[in-house]
């Protein structure tokens, strides 16, 4: 996976939020990547992953 854009970054506390978009297979994906960091590393990560469909196919105005 090769990230291209990052969007948004979200810290508080111990946790971390960024959104982006990245290229997975030769396929665009929206990102949300979500960490608890202690002592400076990340200890836990979840992850949610979306196809970006090409613009004919969007039912609204997209992810980004």
Known sequence: MIYEEIHKVVGCGSFVAVRS?????GTAIAVIDSSRVAGG???E???????ILPGRHLV?????
């Open 21 to 25: 978009k990245a290229v997975l297979a």
């Open 41 to 43: 590393r990340i200890v």
């Open 45 to 51: 990560h979840w992850d949610v992953m979306e196809e």
């Open 60 to 64: 609204n105005s997209g992810r980004f």
